[in-house]
Each structure stands twice: as structure tokens, then as C-alpha cells.
């Protein structure tokens, strides 16, 4: 845990949630009439830090960009319908 808060990966994927927790603190307190905006960010974010997570934990065994180099199609698409099933879950919420 203390490797991905020190990476890059894990620096932006904090800056971002804490921007995206702040929008949604800020525009439900402020400016109600964008706060589906800000929810809508959010929950991007948060579908991205799961495929994040599924693509490092889940799939440890497998590297992701040396695949994707090769020209690993069926890796590519496995990992597109994963990206849908997870947007098509937050999106449903």
C-alpha cells in the first residue's frame, strides 16, 4: 500500500478523488444546479479506480502494456468489456 501512494499512479488517483470529493461537497452545498455534474465526475473516477484495481490485483499474472504492445487483441477486448460491465454498474447506481 505505501509503493502505490508513493507511484504516480497513486499520487493522481488521490488528487483526483480529493477534487472530485471537494466538486461534490462544493456544488451540493453551493450550486445545486450543477451538483449531477460533480456526481457524474465522480463516479468516474471511481469506476476508474476499480479497473485500476482489478487490472493490478486481479490480474497480477498478466502485464497490461506488454499485451497491449503485442498486439493482444482478445486481451484488449477483455479489458474493454470489463471498462463496460464496471461503467454499466456505476452508471445503474
Request: charged fraction near 15%.
Amino acid at each position: 500500500m505505501i509503493e502505490f501512494l508513493k507511484s504516480a499512479h497513486g499520487k493522481l488517483m488521490i488528487a483526483v478523488s480529493i477534487t472530485a470529493a471537494f466538486a461534490i461537497y462544493l456544488t451540493f452545498n453551493f450550486f445545486i444546479n450543477l451538483s449531477s455534474f460533480a456526481v457524474a465526475v465522480t463516479k468516474a473516477v471511481i469506476s476508474l479506480i476499480l479497473f485500476w484495481l482489478f487490472d493490478r490485483y486481479g490480474m497480477k499474472q498478466i502485464d497490461t502494456v506488454d499485451e497491449l504492445k503485442k498486439g493482444n487483441t482478445a486481451y484488449a477486448l477483455f479489458m474493454l468489456a470489463l471498462a463496460v460491465i464496471i461503467a454499466a454498474a456505476i452508471i445503474a447506481s
